[in-house]
């Protein structure tokens, strides 16, 4: 099964048995840049100094990624000058219930509603098939744990989850001292084209933007 870059994100970030999602915010972050990195490659948008535009509207095949492309498309003909920071501001929880839902629709999880409190209504999501994420979490330990060549796409995944410092999610039993300087080196991208290193530089930066202003906006 082809799953995106987000639904990678979401299914390390939802745990398996209670369905509640971890680290919330800044996979939040990682499900919204995962879908840009994802457009940006497929050739679908552009990321240069930290300003976006749309280079394509042409489906590109997958009902995640044409939604948001969708969605992305007629912000850019509003908003001016067109930040990728604050598209991932605007963008994150719409794309992550929009990633979340997708799941649903696989079979990869299953939707669980409740009240906290006996008040305040919640959705959990449960996993339902682990199959894809034991396929997932194989593939990062061969290349973090045991030094495996990536490709494009785990190496996309793995500069994701270090802008994000998502970490834990990926190695929940592994200190972080142990993963955080191969994830680095692979997130430098040296074992990728000159056109997906440029995207995932361009999206590391973007988020790193991100959680520096949300941090200090926090904080003041």
Not at 48 to 74: H, I, S
Request: with cysteine.
């Amino acid at each position: 099964m082809n799953v995106t870059l987000a639904e990678e994100i979401t299914l390390l970030s939802l745990d398996d048995e209670s369905g509640a999602a971890k680290d919330r915010a800044s996979a939040g972050w990682a499900v919204a840049g995962g879908i840009l990195l994802e457009l940006a490659v497929a050739g679908r948008v552009s990321v240069t100094d930290g300003r976006l535009a749309v280079a394509g509207t042409e489906p590109t095949g997958d009902p995640l990624l044409d939604g948001r492309l969708a969605a992305l498309e007629e912000w850019t003909r509003r908003k001016s000058p067109r930040k990728v920071t604050d598209w991932l501001t605007k963008d994150q929880s719409k794309a992550v219930g929009a990633t979340v839902e997708r799941l649903c629709e696989r079979g990869l999880v299953a939707e669980e509603r409740g009240r906290v409190l006996g008040l305040f209504p919640v959705r959990r999501y449960p996993e339902a098939d682990g199959s894809v994420e034991r396929e997932l979490r194989d593939r990062l330990a061969s290349v973090v744990l045991k030094g495996t060549e990536p490709d494009a796409r785990t190496g996309g995944l793995v500069a994701l989850l270090h802008a994000a410092k998502l970490h834990r999610l990926a190695f929940p039993d592994v200190p972080r001292k142990q993963v955080e300087p191969r994830m680095a080196e692979i997130a430098e991208g040296q074992w990728a084209g000159q056109g997906v290193r440029d995207a995932i530089r361009n999206m590391q930066a973007a988020m790193v933007a991100v959680t520096v202003v949300t941090t200090t906006t926090v904080i003041l």
